[in-house]
């Protein structure tokens, strides 16, 4: 079993990230509800997050099924070269760039504000909309640097691969 999940866990990523898709939807309802006029808003932000957080996926599942990738523990060091893991990382950088450019430079971070729901701040205490494209640009930063040194440590360490 634990073979078959490892050899198909872009197949595990596709489903989540339509799972969150569907429950960032649901959590929208009653801003719709609230104001149509956001309708379509909240519809562009849905596709678009399906379309392009499936892309690493996808790069992920052609690597594992066509390319000769035994399992997802190989994208972990990258280092190897193999050029299917190489892709898939190519496909990470080309989304960390496009984010960056719509949240700074296209207004995505407005977008994000405009639609709540999307973005929201949870701790303890409980949840809150995130209301200041500041903010979401700052958290975008963060992100942006949480996965960079990621990146880094994974071409620099070596992990081994069950």
């Known amino acids: 079993m634990f073979e078959i999940i490892t050899n198909n866990f872009w197949i595990?990523?596709?489903v989540v990230t339509c799972a969150n898709a569907v429950y960032f939807?649901?959590?929208?309802?009653?801003?719709?509800d609230?104001?149509?006029?956001?309708s379509e808003g909240y519809s562009k932000?849905?596709?678009?997050?399906l379309i392009w957080m499936n892309i690493p996926w996808v790069v992920m599942g052609v690597g594992c099924t066509v390319g000769g990738v035994p399992s997802v523990w190989h994208y972990f060091n990258p280092q190897d070269g193999n050029p299917y893991v190489l892709a898939w990382f190519?496909?990470?950088?080309l989304l960390w760039i496009l984010g960056t450019y719509w949240v700074f430079l296209k207004g995505g971070a407005e977008t994000l504000v405009r639609h709540p729901g999307i973005i929201k701040f949870?701790?303890?205490?409980?949840?809150?909309?995130?209301?200041?494209?500041?903010?979401?640009k700052l958290l975008w930063c963060v992100c942006l640097l949480g996965g960079i040194f990621g990146v880094v440590f994974m071409w620099i360490?070596?992990?081994?691969t069950p």
């Not at 609230?34 to 956001?38: E, G, I, K």
């Not at 932000?45 to 997050?49: A, D, E, I, Q, T």
């Not at 190519?90 to 950088?93: D, I, L, M, P, R």
Request: glycine letters at 6%; hydrophobic letters at 35%; aromatic letters at 6%.
């Open 45 to 49: 932000l849905f596709k678009g997050y």
């Open 34 to 38: 609230a104001d149509s006029s956001l």
């Open 12 to 14: 595990v990523l596709i």
């Open 25 to 32: 939807k649901k959590r929208s309802q009653a801003n719709i």
């Open 122 to 136: 949870n701790s303890p205490l409980g949840s809150k909309d995130i209301t200041s494209p500041l903010m979401i």
């Open 157 to 160: 360490q070596t992990t081994p």
């Open 90 to 93: 190519g496909s990470v950088f």
